[in-house]
């Protein structure tokens, strides 16, 4: 194998290991902004030893063992001046002479709850949603600043601040990189499923740019969906919001067209819709249900997203057990957003002027307050009731509200059809 193919072959292991790795050194160091560092010498150390000695059994015994080795060596260079670092010391000390198939046993160990714990860690209340979303990418999925400012079209810069800003909250505020227990644990969890989706929905639906989706997102979501449901396979909730992901992403290809216009569900090729997704969704949400989470939040949105991918054809939806799922939903999760989509749901199942009823009720909602797609689903029930003058009024007002090149495109493409 020629060197650059060997060199890329172990920046993938490392790239896969890379999260394990900085939490386990995250739970030993108290530090983040260390942890990161140790992991990259550890890789600067396998990029000049693998392509001689070949990739080991278990690359992330062997990172973790070199990582420690290191850090071990920098304490001891500087003289150990703190306590902390004396602690440190200590703990690693006994540790250095292990062998890799020792620490190979205790990592399985214990690899779980410290993967959780820098996850939960990185989503803390206590740091901003758009700060945990950065830092989760960055320590989690891997991300460089620039991929994230990308994926997110805003400032490298910017970015760099939330992610500083994070680690400096985590920091001063002395958190543990463990998983909470008990009632703290419940309420972080939610904060951990919030980023996660928070993620896929601007991949999803992107609020602002030229695209209307951006796959990446989306993908770096459902992989951190897919581990977090690998660490907590009894959690509902948790599998739950991987259900949701799945069945939504099935879907991408086939939201725009070859130019990279909208298309909305009702009129989706649904065979492009990716088949191995649906079932796996389908079966994340088997496994909800059975843990008896069928009216947690995102397993109810997982079960209105199911009606879709069961439905062969757009006329063969079921729009009155979708209706009915938003009765539920907006018991459990109540929000002026839902209110919106269940809105949308009486529409299709009920009529228009159904819609247009439920609609009217939420227009005054501060929160729906030059948000585009509250117009934008009047718009449609007043052009299904034939009350063109009134849509093509409401397309209008939509369109001059998104933030999205292609949304408005498609808006104003709708106004125009009311003529």
């Not at 805003?154 to 998983?179: M, N």
Request: glycine share 6%; hydrophobic share 45%; proline share 5%.
């Amino acid at each position: 194998m020629a060197a650059d193919e060997t060199h890329r072959a172990i920046e993938a292991v490392y790239r896969i290991e890379r999260p394990r790795l900085i939490a386990g050194l995250a739970r030993m160091m108290r530090d983040v902004d260390e942890a990161e560092e140790l992991a990259q010498e550890a890789l600067l150390i396998a990029l000049s030893e693998w392509p001689k000695s070949g990739v080991p059994h278990n690359p992330g015994a062997w990172l973790m063992t070199a990582a420690k080795r290191r850090a071990i060596d920098g304490i001891r260079r500087d003289r150990m001046q703190e306590r902390k670092h004396a602690e440190i010391a200590r703990e690693l000390d006994n540790a250095r002479d292990t062998s890799v198939e020792e620490l190979e046993a205790a990592m399985d160990d214990d690899l779980g709850d410290e993967l959780l714990g820098l996850i939960f860690t990185a989503c803390h209340p206590a740091i901003s949603p758009e700060a945990r979303a950065a830092l989760t990418l960055r320590l989690i999925g891997g991300l460089t600043t620039g991929e994230i400012a990308r994926a997110f079209l805003s400032r490298e810069p910017t970015i760099a601040q939330r992610i500083v800003r994070a680690k400096k909250t985590i920091g001063k505020a002395g958190l543990a990189f463990e998983v909470p227990r008990g009632s703290d644990r419940t309420a972080r969890l939610a904060s951990v499923l919030e980023v996660i989706y928070l993620i896929f929905n601007e991949g999803y639906a992107a609020t602002t740019g030229d695209d209307l989706v951006r796959p990446a997102l989306c993908t770096e979501a459902q992989r951190l969906g897919r581990i977090l449901a690998g660490l907590m396979p009894h959690e509902p909730e948790v599998l739950g919001l991987l259900a949701l992901m799945e069945l939504q992403a099935s879907r991408l290809s086939a939201r725009t067209g070859p130019d990279g216009a909208f298309t909305p569900l009702t009129k989706q090729n649904r065979a492009r819709w990716d088949q191995l997704l649906i079932r796996r969704g389908l079966d994340a949400l088997g496994r909800a249900e059975a843990l008896g989470g069928a009216n947690g939040p995102y397993a109810l949105q997982a079960a209105l997203a199911a009606c879709h991918a069961r439905a062969r054809r757009a006329e063969d939806t079921d729009w009155r057990r979708i209706a009915e799922l938003y009765d539920r939903l907006r018991t459990t999760m109540p929000s002026p957003v839902v209110e919106l989509n269940r809105a949308v749901a009486h529409s299709m199942a009920f009529g228009p002027e159904a819609g247009l009823r439920l609609v009217d009720e939420i227009a005054d909602a501060a929160a729906l307050r030059n948000y585009a797609p509250l117009p934008a689903a009047r718009a449609d029930f007043l052009f299904r009731a034939g009350r063109m003058a009134e849509a093509r009024s409401e397309f209008e007002t939509a369109a001059g509200l998104t933030r999205n090149m292609r949304e408005k495109a498609f808006l104003l493409a709708r106004a125009a059809a009311c003529s």
